[in-house]
């Protein structure tokens, strides 16, 4: 029962620390896991959580709308 609560978070520990130990034999750099690179992909997956986060607020509250995605999606073209 507790590995099928904790299978998503060991799955992303295992990408995660695989990534990482290939990234020297593949490139010859170890930048993966550099405080800067980690800093990078947190405030670029920010955008997505922040939806995620309102939409599950949506779904719980019982008004299924859809059409978030298209609003960001929207968003960013015209924002880039």
């Known amino acids: 029962r507790v590995l099928v609560n ?3 978070l060991l799955a992303l520990a295992l990408v995660v620390f695989l990534f990482a130990g290939l990234e020297p ?9 550099t405080a800067e690179n980690v800093r990078l992909i947190a405030a670029n997956s ?11 607020v949506i779904i719980i ?3 299924i709308d859809l ?3 298209s609003g960001v999606a929207l968003c ?4 880039a």
Not at 46 to 56: E, K, N, R
Request: proline residues 3%; aromatic residues 4%; glycine residues 18%.
């Open 46 to 56: 920010s955008v997505i959580a922040l939806c995620a986060l309102g939409m599950t």
């Open 25 to 33: 034999v593949v490139t010859g750099r170890k930048v993966f896991l």
């Open 6 to 8: 904790l299978g998503p």
């Open 67 to 69: 059409s978030v995605g």
């Open 76 to 79: 960013a073209t015209v924002l």
């Open 61 to 63: 509250a019982g008004g």
